[in-house]
T-cell receptor
Framework: AQSVAQPEDQVNVAEGNPLTVKCTYS??????LFWYVQYPNRGLQFLLK??????LVKGSYGFEAEFNKSQTSFHLKKPSALVSDSALYFC?????????????FGKGTKLSVIP | GAVVSQHPSRVICKSGTSVKIECRSL??????MFWYRQFPKQSLMLMAT?????????EQGVEKDKFLINHASLTLSTLTVTSAHPEDSSFYIC??????????????FGDGTRLSIL
């Protein structure tokens, strides 16, 4: 069975500092990994994905993620955090189920960027 | 591109009322749509996979008679919470994947519906 873990419920970072939101996964076969962001009372917005190729994936709003196969990790990063980055971040893994490709989500990490 | 519209954004109603939530893909066709439920400070729980022109596939523990799903066209799926009770209060989110999209295609999410049953 596949699973996604986000070990931190909350991450606090000062504005302008680099940020990292951690994600590890477990799956048989090749992982297809995604990061989404959720603002209060809103749906999820797609940030980036890893399918194959370069381990460093660049996405929306200056975010990037590093895929590490040996550590089964897919951490989300940004060189310089903005207050507007404060939100809930979800890591997700795509798997085949019910005749379609579904997502299994981590529990989410709340990012707070402090001015 | 790839915009998903969900309506209504908020519903407050009395216990026993049935509530319909619409999920539309505005600029693409979606053979498959997904319905999630999210409890406060928790992750998304997949309720069902909605397939155009066929019956939805429900996850274990989700009552299909309680949560009726209809996916009548390639751009519209509806979730009806029948005879809603306070325990059905939650944040419901739909998503859709571009038709023909494989495993590497992201799901695109609606903005969710906050359902409050009094």
């Amino acid at each position: 069975a596949q699973s996604v873990a986000q070990p931190e419920d909350q991450v606090n970072v000062a504005e302008g500092n680099p940020l990292t939101v951690k994600c590890t996964y477990s799956v048989s076969g090749n992982p297809y990994l995604f990061w989404y962001v959720q603002y209060p009372n809103r749906g999820l917005q797609f940030l980036l994905k890893y399918i194959t190729g370069d381990n460093l994936v660049k996405g929306s709003y200056g975010f990037e993620a590093e895929f590490n196969k040996s550590q089964t990790s897919f951490h989300l990063k940004k060189p310089s955090a903005l207050v507007s980055d404060s939100a809930l971040y979800f890591c997700a893994l795509s798997y085949s189920g019910a005749g379609s490709y579904q997502l299994t989500f981590g529990k989410g990490t709340k990012l707070s960027v402090i001015p | 591109g790839a915009v998903v519209s969900q309506h209504p954004s908020r519903v407050i109603c009395k216990s026993g009322t049935s509530v319909k939530i619409e999920c539309r893909s505005l600029d693409f066709q979606a053979t498959t749509m997904f319905w999630y439920r999210q409890f406060p400070k928790q992750s998304l729980m997949l309720m069902a996979t909605s397939n155009e022109g066929s019956k939805a596939t429900y996850e274990q523990g989700v009552e299909k008679d309680k949560f009726l799903i209809n996916h009548a066209s390639l751009t519209l799926s509806t979730l009806t919470v029948t005879s809603a009770h306070p325990e059905d209060s939650s944040f419901y989110i739909c998503s859709a994947r571009v038709e023909g999209g494989g495993r590497n295609q992201p799901q695109h999410f609606g903005d969710g519906t906050r359902l409050s049953i009094l």
